[in-house]
């Protein structure tokens, strides 16, 4: 199985800030990888496709990039509602793998 | 605007058979990849399997010995079971439609899900 790891595990950050989510992954994936929103009791969201192809009524500020093993996230100006958990998943091969979560916490 | 809606017992025994239909509704089960996913409290995220209307799937290595996914086309619906249970198998339960962009899967509509427990 392709192991996803990313970093940080938790996140504190303000209004307006600019943060960044890195995944990982234990091999090569090309430009498989995808993220989510997650808030509380609620079913995740997908946000970023193909590593860098925003879904359809997700916000500009959100962004992606990367390929091969490296990919990060991008909030370019945080925003209340973008408080939430934030998980990476590659479809390069299954299992389908999900990273560990990223908690973006109010400072 | 096509939703997803799960639903089975919320209350599992130990070594018995967890089953959760999907139902799928403001559009069709066919021409779709349709997925479980599910997510233990506190937890990340767990691929389970998928199926495809025509009835293939495709399992989690670490479950496939326990799992089994159908599809009932008339009811536009898709079906989990899952086998011999245990108190790791205590979960929130995704169902999620599986879209393609090219070459790349990703799950881009996703039922509220459903808290399934596994105890005596």
């Known amino acids: 199985d392709i192991q996803m790891t990313q970093s940080p595990s938790s996140l504190s950050a303000s209004v307006g800030d600019r943060v960044t989510i890195t995944c990982r992954a234990s091999q090569s994936i090309s430009r498989y990888l995808n993220w989510y929103q997650q808030k509380p009791g609620k079913a995740p969201k997908l946000l970023i496709y193909g590593a860098s192809s925003l879904q359809s009524g997700v916000p500009s500020r959100f962004s992606g990039s990367g390929s091969g093993t490296d990919f990060t996230l991008t909030i370019s100006s945080l925003q209340p509602e973008d408080f939430a958990t934030y998980y990476c998943?590659?479809?390069?091969?299954?299992?389908?793998?999900f990273g560990q979560g990223t908690r973006l916490e109010i400072k | 605007q096509v939703q997803l809606q799960e639903s089975g017992p919320g209350l599992v025994k130990p070594s018995e058979t967890l089953s959760l239909t999907c139902t799928v509704s403001g559009g069709s089960i066919s021409t779709y990849y349709w997925s479980w996913i599910r997510q233990p409290p506190g937890k990340g995220l767990e691929w389970i399997g998928y199926i495809y209307y025509s009835g293939s799937t495709n399992y989690n290595p670490s479950l496939k010995s326990r799992v089994t996914i159908s599809v009932d086309t008339s009811k536009n619906q898709f079906s989990l079971k899952l086998t011999s249970v245990t108190t790791a198998d205590t979960a929130v339960y995704y169902c999620?439609?599986?879209?393609?962009?090219?070459?790349?899967?990703?799950?881009?509509?996703w039922g509220r899900g459903t808290l399934v427990t596994v105890s005596s």
């Open positions: 999620a439609r599986r879209a393609v962009a090219g070459s790349n899967w990703y799950f881009d509509l």
């Open positions: 998943q590659q479809s390069y091969s299954t299992p389908n793998t």
